[in-house]
């Protein structure tokens, strides 16, 4: 099944011209990518408490994403995935270590900071959608837009710009009742559009999708990566990573693999290879 060659990289702070594997070989980085990394962590730890108890969900995470890459965070259930977007996604602080966003060091920042750099830089998608159910789809997607000082005819234009970026400008004024789970998953890309974020979070994003809707999302996503837009999704699904061009793997709240795939698997092109279920039931009735 996989095509794609994979080595272990050797990845070092500083080194940012070229990747370095292990054997030695030394592959450029793709031009689109600065030698400043969008995101760079250091040590980062998090530990919940639970009355006595103390979860350690993060045990000293180093990582660098460059500006332009599409990682996949792969991992066990508990070992630390979501916990380590959340901070990423500057939902939540660390307990310890550092966070520097686009050169910017923002684990010290205060709640009300992080809400102003989170939606000026970075859009979420989410595993069950999050859509509110009584607006419709372009209702859904204006509302990160409330705080960024538009006018509403603006919004609008927005909105259905970032609608028909996923294709689905004829679905503006349906409710996501009336989506297929596919089409409730692209509103929710449209959503995470609308304030032009350089990062796109996806945590487990097809993971309520059958595996035809899921490659669709996954070109969708593609698509937005080729335009620039930096891209981490968590996956329990090696099929799902094998379109991004890079997976990190984490164990016990720590980093404990990380292979780039220097061509990932194109979802456009797959989507070719794959049956259509709704035009199949239509041949039948
Ligand atoms: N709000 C919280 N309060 C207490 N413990 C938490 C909280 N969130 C996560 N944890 C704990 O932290 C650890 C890491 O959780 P996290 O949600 O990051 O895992 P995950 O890798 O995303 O798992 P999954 O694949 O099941 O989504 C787990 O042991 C979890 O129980
Ligand atoms: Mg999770």
């Known amino acids: 099944m996989e095509r794609t060659e994979s080595r272990l990289p050797n990845r070092e702070i500083g080194q940012s011209n070229g990747i370095v594997y292990r054997d030695g070989a030394v592959e450029e980085r793709p031009r689109t990518f600065k030698g400043e990394p969008i995101i760079r962590v250091e040590a980062l730890t998090k530990e919940y408490r639970m009355g006595s108890n103390v979860v350690r969900a993060l045990r000293g995470v180093d990582l660098e994403v460059q500006a332009g890459e599409f990682a996949a965070v792969m991992g066990p259930s508990g070992s630390g995935k979501s916990t380590f977007m959340n901070l990423v996604g500057c939902l939540d602080r660390p307990n310890g270590g550092q966070y520097w966003l686009d050169g910017l060091l923002v684990s010290s920042l205060d709640r009300d900071e992080l809400a102003a750099i989170r939606n000026r830089k970075i859009g979420f998608i989410f595993q069950g959608f999050n859509l509110l159910a009584r607006a419709s789809a372009l209702g859904n997607v204006m509302l990160p837009m409330l705080y960024a000082g538009l006018n509403a005819r603006d919004r609008r234009e927005r909105g259905l710009q970032?609608?028909?970026?996923?294709?689905?400008?004829?679905?503006?004024?349906?409710?996501?009742?009336?989506l297929s789970g596919g089409q409730q998953q692209r509103v929710a890309i449209a959503r995470s559009l609308v304030n032009d974020p350089a990062i796109i979070l996806a945590d487990e994003p097809t993971g309520n999708l059958d595996s035809r809707t899921s490659v669709e999302v996954m070109a969708v996503l593609q698509g937005l990566n080729d335009q620039g837009i930096t891209i981490i999704l968590v996956t329990h699904e090696a099929d799902i990573a094998s379109y991004c061009g890079r997976n990190v793997t984490f164990k016990d709240g720590k980093v404990v693999r990380d292979t780039l795939l220097p061509q990932p698997r194109r979802a456009a092109e797959v989507l070719l290879t794959m049956p259509v279920i709704g035009e199949a039931e239509e041949v039948v009735a």
Do not use: M
């Open 162 to 178: 970032a609608l028909e970026a996923v294709g689905l400008a004829d679905r503006a004024q349906h409710k996501p009742s009336e």
